[in-house]
């Protein structure tokens, strides 16, 4: 792992809830962006309507995204989440997506309730920047 996260004393435990407080990138490490991923098939159609299952392709998504740069979801720093209509079974289901994919050590990540996004029909959308250190 290139990156170190996290989570001090006199803050609150995170990681039940799928993210860490902080994340240090020491310098020689290459920056990976990933643009907003939602629930998306290849041709980009909504693949449910459901919340969860629009979490989990987004993640699965991004999975892809981060597998092109010979990344996976343990190299991701930080997360920025954004959520049509926010509540708390919501971010459950986005704090159980990082969970599986992070394990015990989650990125930070900021979750933004938002009315839409892109497409009426997306509910969900996860981006992210994941550190890769210089070969």
């Known amino acids: 792992m290139s990156h ?13 809830f799928g993210y860490s407080h902080t994340a240090a ?3 020689g490490t290459d920056l990976v962006l990933v643009s ?15 919340f969860t299952e629009q979490v989990q392709q ?3 998504n991004l ?7 010979g990344l996976d979801l343990n190299d991701v720093v930080q997360l920025r989440t954004y959520v049509v ?7 459950g289901t986005i704090g159980q997506a990082v969970r599986a994919g992070c394990g015990d050590t989650p990125p ?4 933004i309730g938002v ?21």
């Open 4 to 16: 170190t996260i996290a989570n001090p004393d006199g803050l609150h435990d995170p990681v039940p």
């Open 36 to 50: 907003g991923q939602y629930g998306s098939d290849t041709d980009g159609a909504v693949v449910s309507l459901d």
């Open 85 to 91: 209509n926010p509540d708390f079974d919501k971010l």
């Open 115 to 135: 009315a839409g996004l892109a497409m009426p029909d997306i509910l969900f959308e996860v981006e992210a920047v994941a550190a890769r250190p210089r070969r």
């Open 58 to 60: 987004a993640f699965r």
């Open 63 to 69: 999975g892809v995204a981060l597998d092109a740069h």
């Open 108 to 111: 930070t990540q900021t979750v």
């Open 25 to 27: 990138i020491p310098a």
